[in-house]
């Protein structure tokens, strides 16, 4: 698995690439929070790469909306393939997320 991280003006944007399941869920949940430790962190995830996720993955992408919440702040998701799209609806968290077209749209909204 790798994990593509980008800072694009003050916007922290993580890119993982494949299945976001086992070992690289853990990964991919030490990196986002390691960005959520930054004072006012803005934090894009692209999901276009990602064909499924496991339990710790959307553990991981809750932990950080909450998280970020607690902060007046938001987790945005973009390019979100339908797979995951289905099981954020499926479960009944997809509310708690803001979804983007785009990583540009999604970096645009923080101004």
Do not use: W
């Given at each position: ?47 276009q790469e990602v064909a499924y ?18 902060r007046a702040m938001s987790l ?36």
């Amino acid at each position: 698995m790798k994990i593509e991280h980008q800072t694009l003006g003050t916007v922290d944007v993580l890119s993982p690439i494949g299945a976001l399941v086992d070992e690289d869920a853990e990964q991919f949940r030490k990196m986002l929070l390691d960005v959520l430790q930054k004072p006012n962190p803005r934090v894009v995830v692209s999901l276009q790469e990602v064909a499924y996720f496991d339990s710790v993955a959307l553990s991981s992408l809750l932990d950080a909306s909450d998280e970020l919440s607690d902060r007046a702040m938001s987790l945005k998701l973009t390019d979100m393939p339908t797979t995951c799209r289905e099981a954020l609806e499926l479960t009944g968290i997809a509310s708690r997320f803001r979804f983007f077209e785009t990583v540009e749209d999604a970096v645009k909204s923080f101004l």
